[in-house]
């Protein structure tokens, strides 16, 4: 059984958080990784909870990095 934070399983946050990151440090390549984020929004809401729409309101908590 998965460890869960926020009744959120670890898998399910993990998803989120790389799909953010996809849209935030990778926009440009979008087309690359599409059919991967159809998958990993079924994923979510196939063992979760959580709609489509919940996406928009993660928060990895991490900032660009700016050298």
């Known amino acids: 059984m998965?460890?869960?934070q926020g009744?959120?399983?670890?898998?399910v946050a993990l998803t989120m958080v790389a799909v953010?990151?996809?849209h935030t440090f990778f926009a440009s390549d979008?087309?690359?990784w599409?059919?991967?984020?159809?998958?990993?929004v079924k994923f979510v809401t196939a063992?979760?909870?959580l709609g489509s729409d919940s996406f928009r309101s993660v928060n990895p908590m991490f900032s660009e990095y700016k050298p």
């Not at 009744?7 to 898998?11: A, L, N, T």
């Open 30 to 32: 979008q087309k690359l």
């Open 2 to 4: 998965l460890r869960q």
């Open 34 to 40: 599409t059919l991967v984020e159809k998958k990993a």
């Open 7 to 11: 009744g959120v399983p670890d898998g």
């Open 20 to 22: 953010k990151i996809l």
């Open 47 to 49: 063992t979760s909870s």
